[in-house]
DNA sequence: TGTTCCAATGACAACGATGACATGCCTCGA
DNA sequence: TCGAGGCATGTCATCGTTGTCATTGGAACA
């Protein structure tokens, strides 16, 4: 029961009274029209609120005005805000914005990146499962921007944090608030970006002298649900940490109830990624901010650049984005005096 | 310097030693092919490792196997919780999820779903930004469904809280616990379903007997930019209010600082949305939860069963997801006994 | 044995747009 | 005045797939 059928060229250049090609140069602005053909052809384009079939031009053209972005789950808060980033500045700038979740899966994450090739993508944006994670896929000259974490594919370029770096300052913020034993909470060091925390966090640690505890290493929390266990078994320990890193916004997320349920509120805590109520909890949670606006922008803006159309001289070195650390409390906790842990340490929950 | 090109169904057809046409049977499952010649053909395609071309099959065939949502913005953690659980169902079906972002331009989002329909998605999720913000589209026959928010198109069908009933509960909870001034905080109610919470609440406050104050209505909180202001001011109120209720979580998420800053914590509030932190603040943030997960999963639902071939006989009536009032701490609080204002109600802030 | 019918396959056009190339006309310089 | 050259426009084929219809060969039936 359609009423009208969807107006194509042809019926536009029929009422233009020009030739289909005519009319397809002007949707194209080709400068070869004369004005005043011009002029009769975007008319009748208004009059019959023409719009053109991406499906057939992209099947003629092989390119198509869109951008695929691959994360691992929008769902998180620091991935909400960095795809938002993203699909606000491509879509500004005209392309349509395709987001998928890999849900961490490695074989989905390549699925995907195929289809957006076999749909033409201008170009992907992807957080990468892990860093060879689109390794060996044929996808022509399909331009790669990887955000968040490095990422391996000829010709791609990384937009990321220095994970190392920012890693090495939380710990050395603790360690120069004269803690010694800290823990640090993550999620599998398969990611690239957590193996660097981990990296920075260590190299924290050796610069502070302290020695390296494995039971203050918890890289098994695949996400917030794992965190509540952890942190349990970090204070069951005999000699509890008396300091926390998390490694990312969603962990951080977690630690803070676990924390609350624990009654262990006086242990430093310091979060990677920042998050809307840090400053309104008690303590008020210090954090590294690694900006996912930032990071997402700049993404875009690397995209953008390799859309360009002579872009052939573009680097491959991965881009840094500046972060910093935000004193809020939580970071700046001394340590609790030193107890033998005796009983189990669960008590309960404050009312 | 491309090594391979793509695979096309003709040089499947060729390996295979049949038609092009008996290869596209063989991908679209027709019957009518012998099991023999089947198996060349699906061989062939496993050893070229073919995938078809979507814009030529959509262009050719008329539809394609993608869906299109649009929301506000993608950043806020509600609708973030809501795209994710739309696309992880949407996915799982088969389907590529469009997501893009309205920025609560009623233009934008008109565009919007008429590019998706150019695109030939199957359908489309919408959260609109006023009811009527589809009206007089030509979509043709695309299916549409509305989340969050009630809208209207042909055919059409809301998949909704049930805000009225919310906010009357919401409003009562407060009253019971002796609330005679009770400030509500929200955006614009130009959208349904803030609307629809305005209209709960005064019924709640109808039903307590109180009568309406036009000074405790906020409804010009366009985001959480707008909050502070709105909540300094409804505290230099000469009788400020005793209970606060944000009509949505984003605002819910700029009310807890903005309290805090005014040293104003000891003020019942009461979240329209429930978000990560609010269980370890100081009082706990009570909270309505109108799971975004299970609106995302209902509206995905409703559109796949909208999707289905004969899908002809479906019901075009709201459908109603359940919520709920989780109690925490906040929205319990005594009123505190009414002072009158005197000095500038901008206590400094605690460190 | 001849006719009918169906299962299996293929030839061809078409979807809506654009690229390569051709054409006609007008201007300009020799 | 004529040819070169450029501008404006048109013709035709094509992108990869699927719908329509035709064709083939054999099984089933009278």
Known sequence: MKSHKEPILRDVAMMAEVSIKTASRVLNNDPSVAPLTRAKVLEAMRELDYRPDPAARSLRAGRDRSVGVVVEGIGDVFVASLVASIESRLSDAGYQVLITSSHRDVSRERAIVQDFQQRRCAGVIVMPCTEDSLVGLRLGDLPVVFVDRVGEFPGSQ????????????????????????????????????????????????????????????????????????????????????????????????????????????????????????????????????????????????????????????????????????????????????????SSAAIPARAT
Do not use: W
Request: charged share 20%; hydrophobic share 40%; net charge negative.
């Open 158 to 341: 990384s937009v990321v944090s220095d994970d190392f770096g920012l890693a090495r300052i939380a710990g050395k913020h603790l360690t120069s608030h004269g803690h010694r034993r800290i823990a640090i909470v993550s999620d599998s060091q398969s990611v690239p970006t957590t193996r660097d925390r981990h990296a920075g966090f260590r190299q924290a640690m050796e610069d502070g002298g302290i020695t390296f505890d494995p039971d203050l290493v918890r890289d098994d929390c695949l996400d917030e649900s794992y965190v509540r266990d952890a942190i349990n078994q970090l204070f069951a320990l005999d000699q509890p940490p008396t300091a926390l890193i998390a490694t990312n916004t969603r962990l951080s997320i977690g630690v803070v109830p676990a924390l609350h349920l624990v009654g262990r509120t006086d242990t430093a805590f310091l979060a990677f990624g920042d998050f809307p109520m840090a400053e309104s909890l008690t303590p008020a949670i210090t954090a590294i901010d690694h900006s996912p606006h930032r990071l997402g922008q700049i993404a875009a803006e690397t995209l953008l650049a390799r859309l360009k159309p002579g872009a052939l001289d573009v680097s491959t070195e991965p881009i840094v984005v500046p972060a910093g650390l935000i004193v809020r409390g939580s970071g700046e906790l001394p340590p609790r005096p030193t107890t033998q842990n």
